[in-house]
Structure formats: C-alpha cells, structure tokens
C-alpha cells in the first residue's frame, strides 16, 4: 500500500516561514472545504471510518499526530510533526487520527462539501465497498 505524503516548499527568510498551497498545484483536487480540529485528547481516537468519494490531505501545523490508514488489505502508520507535510487520503482508506500531542492543530482540505452520506462507518461496510469497487 502506498502512502503519499507531500513535502511542501516553506518560503523562510530572515521573518519566518511561510507556506502557500494551490489546487491543482501543490493539491492534486479542487479545494471546497476546509477544517481543522485542536485541544483533542491525547487518548482519543478520532476518525474511524472511510469515505466513498472524498479526497482530503491532512497538515498538522503544530505539534503532531499519527494516522493510521488501512485499505481492507493492509494498513500504515503515518506519523504528521511537520507544518510542511501533507497525507493524501482519498476515499476509500478507513481512517484513524490519534497520539495528538496537546498543542497539536490538524488542518484538513477536502475535494467535497460535508456529506454525511458519503462516510462509511462500519468497518464490515467498508470492507464489502472495498470488495465491490474492485469489481
Ligand atoms: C475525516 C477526518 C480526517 C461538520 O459539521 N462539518 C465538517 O466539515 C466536518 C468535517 C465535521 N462536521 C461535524 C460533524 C460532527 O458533528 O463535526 C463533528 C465532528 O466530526 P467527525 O466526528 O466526523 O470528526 P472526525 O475527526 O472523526 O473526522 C473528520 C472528518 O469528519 C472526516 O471526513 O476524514 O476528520
């Protein structure tokens, strides 16, 4: 299973950082949302579930998490601790964010508007999706 993790240009100088991401430049979609999540619980997982359709990439721009993503065939770690990394989900990945350290600030850009019918929640669901899209 492949993981793609983008490694985006800062533009530092003497000021600091900067970094600028364009759709179809540095984001392989169409950007129509935009979200992020902070003060989560170290403990907590959050995500648990796959989309059918939906494209996101995923930056924590302080502090870090891990993501564990799993294809109904395999599953990888991925590990976000910097502000210039972006993990490309598409779809149909299950997906879970945890170890969010406390100051952590996930950042999410989405290819689709929120819609809760394109989530897949149960995993035996996921699975069978899987099964059918390979048909
Ligand atoms: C995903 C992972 C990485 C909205 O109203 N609009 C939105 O755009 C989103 C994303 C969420 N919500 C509401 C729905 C829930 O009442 O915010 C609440 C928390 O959302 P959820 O439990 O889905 O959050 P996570 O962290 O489990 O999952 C989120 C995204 O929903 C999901 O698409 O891939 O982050």
Same mark, same amino acid.
């Given at each position: 299973m492949q993981v793609v993790k983008y490694m985006f240009q800062p +533009? #530092?100088?003497?000021r600091g950082q900067l970094v600028a991401l364009e759709e179809f430049k540095d984001i392989p979609f169409r950007v129509k949302r935009f979200y992020y999540m902070y003060d989560?619980?170290?403990?907590?997982v959050r995500?648990?579930?796959a989309h059918r359709n939906l494209e996101q990439i995923l930056i924590c721009i +302080? #502090?870090?998490?891990?993501?564990?993503?799993?294809?109904g065939k395999e599953k990888k770690e991925v590990s976000l601790e910097k502000p210039y990394e972006g993990l490309y989900i598409p779809?149909?990945?299950w997906r879970e964010?945890?170890?969010?350290?406390?100051?952590?600030?996930?950042?999410v850009l989405a290819s689709e508007l929120y819609d809760e019918a394109d989530y897949i929640r149960d995993y035996q669901e996921f699975l069978r999706f899987v099964e059918e899209s390979e048909k």
């Open positions: +533009h #530092g100088d003497d989560t619980i170290p403990e907590v995500g648990k579930h +302080h #502090g870090s998490c891990k993501v564990r993503l799993d294809n779809g149909s990945m964010m945890y170890d969010f350290s406390e100051d952590a600030v996930l950042v």
